[in-house]
T-cell receptor, first 119, second 112 residues
Framework: GAVVSQHPSRVICKSGTSVKIECRSL??????MFWYRQFPKQSLMLMAT?????????EQGVEKDKFLINHASLTLSTLTVTSAHPEDSSFYIC???????????????FGPGTRLLVL | KQEVTQIPAALSVPEGENLVLNCSFT??????LQWFRQDPGKGLTSLLL?????REQTSGRLNASLDKSSGRSTLYIAASQPGDSATYLC???????????FGKGTKLTVNP
């Protein structure tokens, strides 16, 4: 149980294009999903917290107009990197909380990640 | 702002050794702390979660301890195996929220 999938696993795009990454909780409902970014040899950095049916909360320094997050259902959140540039190349990972878990009692379940390369 | 440090950055041991990975964090006002493993180019697998009120958690050959007041946690791996080779990440929850703050990890290599 508690499986989170991401699609695509890898994407290469040209500078200026937009890329959409999907994060799905396969066997549970997730009221909250998190989006992280990891640069080589760096720690995972939280980009934003996504709550179903409401606007995402972005961390300081993350451009909300560049990284569009939509959490339209209890099992799906999407991250769209708009007008991607080479500096956006990174490993993007999502995680999800099971809505049945209590506040602060939960484990976050992570997806396998999406590697983005912008040429 | 929570800052997490993991020592050592890398560790190479022969198969069968017991080992300890260290994690320190600056803000002791955490709700829980998780240990994860990350395989190259992959996502994270949760290993253990320790609530702030707990001192340790055990799962198989893994034991994690938490000393919240001193801002430290350790992950003990008994009888290490080559399959344990991965990067181990420590992530306390940021004080006052459910957000996790990650260290850079310890890259473990267990040699057959």
């Amino acid at each position: 149980g508690a499986v989170v999938s991401q699609h695509p696993s890898r994407v290469i795009c040209k500078s200026g294009t937009s890329v959409k990454i999907e994060c799905r909780s396969l066997d549970f409902q997730a009221t909250t999903m998190f989006w992280y970014r990891q640069f080589p040899k760096q720690s995972l950095m939280l980009m934003a917290t996504s709550n179903e049916g409401s606007k995402a909360t972005y961390e300081q320094g993350v451009e909300k107009d560049k990284f569009l997050i939509n959490h339209a259902s209890l099992t799906l959140s999407t991250l769209t990197v708009t007008s991607a540039h080479p500096e956006d190349s990174s490993f993007y990972i999502c995680s999800a909380r099971d809505r049945r878990d209590g506040w602060y009692q939960e484990t976050q379940y992570f997806g396998p990640g999406t590697r983005l390369l912008v040429l | 702002k929570q800052e997490v440090t993991q020592i050592p950055a890398a560790l190479s041991v022969p198969e069968g050794e017991n080992l300890v990975l260290n994690c320190s964090f600056t803000d002791s006002a955490i709700y829980n702390l998780q240990w994860f493993r990350q395989d190259p180019g992959k996502g994270l697998t949760s290993l253990l979660l320790i609530q702030s009120s707990q001192r340790e958690q055990t799962s198989g050959r893994l034991n994690a301890s938490l000393d919240k007041s001193s801002g430290r946690s350790t992950l003990y791996i008994a009888a290490s195996q080559p399959g344990d080779s991965a990067t181990y990440l420590c992530a306390p929850s940021q004080g006052g929220s459910e957000k996790l703050v990650f260290g850079k990890g310890t890259k473990l290599t267990v040699n057959p």
